[in-house]
């Protein structure tokens, strides 16, 4: 079975600076995906990023990067420039044998951006 | 297109009641899957399908049962709430279920059990 461990329950930000959210993972699979989804107060999932465990380069989608350690089973959430629309909860998220339709998810993190 | 459409948003029930969340998609999805969420838990996977006639199990299917007459409709069925089922329910959906696909989500429903 996989596991998903977000170690930081709640976290804070001041607008515009940097902040990164950790994540680790234990598996048996050698073929898996990572998620980060952002839940903001409007309860909405929104995919922030996803890994290919295949993949050496770590994702980037704007303001938003990853630092995917694959040895050492981390996967965490940078992200920079933060802005008071950020604020959400982000869970980091696994998915074996390429599927989307079975992920497990961490508790998750409270981020929350202040001005 | 509508996405994927969770009845109702907010319901109250009483322990023993039975009742079922509705989630519907237009999108022509084969897959799709059923989650909980509840407070520090993160979400966890009730029911999943591949297709029509096709269901199984995930983490926490105990209390909940699922079927999938046509491609557009995945209901969950509770047939005896208990207080334990008291949970944000969310439902998703993909084309494929591929991991490089888009996954769509519902807006949740939000269920009390009294």
């Known amino acids: 079975a996989q596991t998903v461990t977000q170690s930081q329950p709640e976290m804070s930000v001041q607008e515009a600076e940097t902040v990164t959210l950790s994540c680790t993972y234990d598996t048996s699979e050698s073929n898996y995906y990572l998620f980060w989804y952002k839940q903001p107060p409007s309860r909405q999932m929104i995919l922030v990023i996803r890994q290919e465990a295949y993949k050496q380069q770590n994702a980037t989608e704007n303001r938003f990067s990853v630092n995917f350690q694959k040895a050492a089973k981390s996967f965490s959430l940078k992200i920079s420039d933060s802005q008071l629309g950020d604020t959400a909860m982000y869970f980091c998220?696994?998915?074996?044998?390429?599927?989307?339709?079975?992920?497990?998810f961490g508790k998750g993190t409270l981020l929350t951006v202040n001005p | 297109n509508a996405g994927v459409t969770q009845t109702p948003k907010f319901q109250v029930l009483k322990t023993g009641q039975s009742m079922t969340l509705q989630c519907a998609q237009d999108?022509?999805?084969?897959?799709m899957s059923w989650y909980r969420q509840d407070p520090g838990m993160g979400l966890r996977l009730i029911h999943y399908?591949?297709?029509?006639?096709?269901?199984d199990q995930g983490e926490v299917p105990n209390g909940y049962n699922v079927s999938r007459s046509t491609t557009e409709d995945f209901p969950l069925r509770l047939l005896s709430a208990a207080p334990s089922q008291t949970s944000v329910y969310f439902c998703a959906s993909s084309y494929q279920g591929l991991a490089n696909e888009k996954l769509f989500f519902g807006s949740g429903t939000q269920l009390s059990v009294l």
């Open positions: 998220a696994f998915s074996f044998g390429g599927s989307n339709y079975k992920l497990t």
């Open positions: 399908s591949v297709g029509a006639g096709i269901t």
């Open positions: 999108m022509n999805h084969e897959y």
